[in-house]
């Protein structure tokens, strides 16, 4: 069964440093991973998606990378800011068992300081 | 933009009450959730809708059962609601996977759901 694990649950930086944020995936046989962000009390936004046969995708400040093989992904974020501050999740559609139904890490909280 | 459409941004209901969420998609998405988040459980599947009419239960279906009558919208109904139902409820809709893999998955803004 497909896990997906996020490492640390929180993380406090000062505003401008440069983060990395990391999500593993125990099976391999995914189509795609996406990163979601969640501000309090609020629902998700897609932050980027990889396709499997993809390496990265980038948005503005934001880098995510993706190693289908060793089940891992980052997610780079460049000179944080302090509107940077949510819960970032990673996510994977798995290619077997319903590839419509993903498979959620529980999150990153991360705080950027001022 | 794909607009995700819950009903209710807060519920309080009393226990053994029929408790119905809704939610309206409007990009015409073949599919439909329903998760519930809990502090240090994350996101969890209930149930899970491909069209019209169909449904799959999630991970956590006991308590709950669903309806989708139109494409648009997606009810989850708690037939007798429980302290233990006490959660974030969030709704969110894709296009069919298997024909466009790189689909993403949109998100309502949730309900906070609270049985007394």
């Known amino acids: 069964k497909q896990e997906v694990t996020q490492i640390p649950a929180a993380l406090s930086v000062p505003e401008g440093e440069n983060l990395v944020l990391n999500c593993s995936f125990t099976?391999?046989?995914?189509?795609?991973l996406q990163w979601f962000r969640q501000d309090p009390g609020k629902g998700l936004t897609s932050l980027l998606l990889?396709?499997?046969?993809?390496r990265e995708q980038t948005s503005g400040r934001l880098n995510a990378s993706l190693d289908k093989s060793s089940g891992r992904s980052t997610l780079y974020i460049a000179a944080s800011q302090p509107g940077d501050s949510a819960t970032y999740l990673c996510?994977?559609?798995?290619?077997?068992?319903?590839?419509?139904?993903?498979?959620f890490g529980k999150g990153t909280k991360l705080t950027v300081n001022p | 933009d794909v607009k995700v459409t819950q009903s209710s941004r807060y519920l309080v209901k009393r226990t053994g009450e029929k408790v119905f969420l809704e939610c309206v998609q409007d990009?015409?998405?073949?599919?439909m959730f329903w998760y519930r988040q809990d502090p240090g459980l994350g996101l969890r599947l209930i149930y899970f809708?491909?069209?019209?009419?169909?449904?799959e239960k999630g991970d956590i279906p006991e308590g709950y059962s669903v309806s989708r009558e139109k494409k648009e919208r997606f009810s989850l109904i708690l037939e007798s609601a429980s302290t233990n139902q006490t959660s974030m409820y969030l709704c969110?809709?894709?296009?069919?996977?298997?024909?466009?893999?790189?689909?993403?998955?949109?998100f309502g803004s949730g309900t906070q759901l609270s049985v007394l």
């Open positions: 990009m015409d998405h073949e599919n």
């Open positions: 996510a994977v559609s798995p290619t077997q068992g319903g590839s419509e139904k993903l498979v």
């Open positions: 809708s491909y069209d019209v009419k169909m449904k």
């Open positions: 099976d391999s046989a995914i189509y795609n």
């Open positions: 969110a809709s894709s296009l069919f996977l298997e024909q466009r893999p790189n689909e993403k998955l949109f």
């Open positions: 990889i396709q499997s046969s993809q």
